[in-house]
């Protein structure tokens, strides 16, 4: 058989040889035609089948295309008499570029009357900087030669995939009583519960190291409702929310908003939790005492278990008298 470039083929091969392109082939293609004018030939003359490009070598200037032919998926025998090599620029288009021709051909029968597999050997000359790559078809196949190359590869890699994953640890999930040896990984669950509080394992040195479930939150830019199925950082960022907007005097460490004034419990207005109201407050400093007798503890007739203001004593208070026209506090009222 004979090859030559077509027209389209040489002008890809000057590109080819000038840099401006790399030389990609993406398929071999054969045909029963024949053609006087090869060189002008954009496609196959009657087109058979797509055969395989199965390798690409370089000898000096030269490079060879190695395709392979089988009848493995044949319907109809042919007499080959053309092979076609197309290569691509990269713009989404196949262009022959390599023809050749054979007037005789070869018969190539159907795979139920024999199983044959031709071998042809293309060369061309290419510059050396050149860089040539090639496409497998859609019909490739594989060869027993190169199942065989690489059955030794591939025995190697799977063994090394099977160490490792031998070397990742087992996981296990519940209690910490499962971390028993090395080489696990433990989801640790709450008691008799589904829950995982947080993860385990032991180290090379045999020590327990913990990784501690944590939830990222920000606070939310108003109060909303707790809903359930919200996240966890939705959740905290509405609880913190609600904590943010609370006042001083709703927390256990504030004073008690009806805190009685005495020589011991009196503060100062600068000192006051803002919101309390602060027993007998008068315009001055100091303790006023109202006597009266039901709510002054240890005087009252009969006894009264909690009286609500006053001072406990049994005797009277020797101070100052009050002349003012306020007489007495009752539930915060000024009577």
């Known amino acids: 058989m004979i090859f030559c470039l077509t027209n389209t083929g040489k002008e890809y091969i000057a590109k080819v040889n000038a840099g401006e392109i790399k030389m990609h082939l993406t398929k071999a293609v054969v045909g029963s035609g024949t053609s006087s004018y090869l060189d002008i030939l954009t496609s196959v003359v009657n087109e058979k089948q797509r055969i395989q490009i199965d390798a690409i070598r370089s000898e000096g200037e030269y490079t060879f295309i190695e395709c392979v032919l089988t009848n493995l998926e044949l319907e109809q025998e042919y007499v080959l008499k053309q092979i076609g090599i197309y290569a691509s620029e990269g713009t989404g288009e196949d262009k022959l570029i390599i023809i050749g021709q054979d007037d005789y051909g070869d018969r190539i029968p159907v795979l139920s009357e024999k199983e044959v597999e031709y071998q042809y050997n293309i060369g061309m000359r290419v510059s050396n900087a050149a860089e040539v790559t090639f496409e497998f078809s859609v019909n490739d196949f594989l060869r027993k030669k190169y199942f065989y190359e690489h059955c030794a590869e591939f025995e190697e890699y799977k063994g090394e995939v099977d160490k490792r994953f031998k070397e990742l640890p087992k996981v296990r999930v519940g209690p ?146 009050d002349n003012s026209r306020y007489k007495a506090i009752f539930s915060n009222v000024v009577f």
């Open 176 to 321: 910490e009583e499962l971390l028993d040896q090395k080489n696990i990984l433990l989801f640790e669950t709450l008691k008799d519960t589904n829950k995982v509080t947080r993860i385990l394992e032991r180290d090379s040195e045999d020590a327990i190291r913990e990784y501690v479930l944590a939830a990222v939150f920000k606070m939310a830019e108003k109060r909303e409702t707790i809903k359930s199925g919200d996240s966890l950082s939705i959740l905290f960022g509405k609880i913190m929310r609600y904590f943010s907007d609370l006042k001083a005097n709703c927390f256990n460490d504030a004073d008690d908003p009806f805190t009685l004034m005495s020589e011991s419990t009196y503060k100062p207005p600068s000192e006051r939790t803002k919101g309390c109201t602060y027993g007998l407050i008068t315009s001055k400093r100091g303790l006023k005492i109202i006597f009266f007798d039901c709510y002054i503890t240890g005087l009252e007739n009969p006894p009264v278990e909690k009286p609500l203001y006053g001072v406990e004593t049994t005797e009277r208070a020797n101070l100052e008298a």
